[in-house]
């Protein structure tokens, strides 16, 4: 019984990523195809980014297309795209975040390895000298230096 539910959640769980996987892709094709839809006046948006040469185009039925255009026709297809109507909309490509270096951690660690270095400065201190321990009393007595003769 275990299997079988372990086989069903696993299958419901692979027929979920595959179907959010091909949801999330939009479509790529040729520069050609898209002049053609541009000209049957299917294409209602467009971003168009100027120092990769890609325009992500919306059609009328809501397919989302991914194209790489020539840099030699980028006031052609600018200039196809408002002539039709559309108006491009020109984005820039988005600056990669910086990775984080987590300096706060390493702060903080310093800081907590400080206090536990004078923390343990401070019961040292503060324990004052050893005492040998006491003797049980079954024990025999313990060997220590021999008494100085009494005059």
Known sequence: MRRARALLVL???????????AASQTATESY??????????????????????????????GTDEFVIYP?????????ALIH????????????QAKPVHHVLRYVAGGVVIVLLLIGGGVWAYTRGPRQ????????????????APTA
Not at 84 to 95: C, N, R, W
């Open 132 to 147: 040998p321990p006491a003797p049980h009393a079954g024990a025999p007595p313990a060997a220590g230096p021999p008494d």
């Open 11 to 21: 299958l419901c769980l692979l027929a979920y990523a595959s179907v959010a996987l």
């Open 71 to 79: 840099a030699a026709d980028h006031k052609v297809l600018v200039d």
């Open 84 to 95: 039709h109507g559309v108006t491009p909309v020109f984005v820039k490509k988005t600056a």
């Open 32 to 61: 050609h195809a898209l002049v053609q839809q541009i000209d049957a006046r299917q294409v209602v948006s467009a971003h168009v980014n100027e120092e990769t040469h890609h325009v992500s185009v919306t059609l009328k039925n």
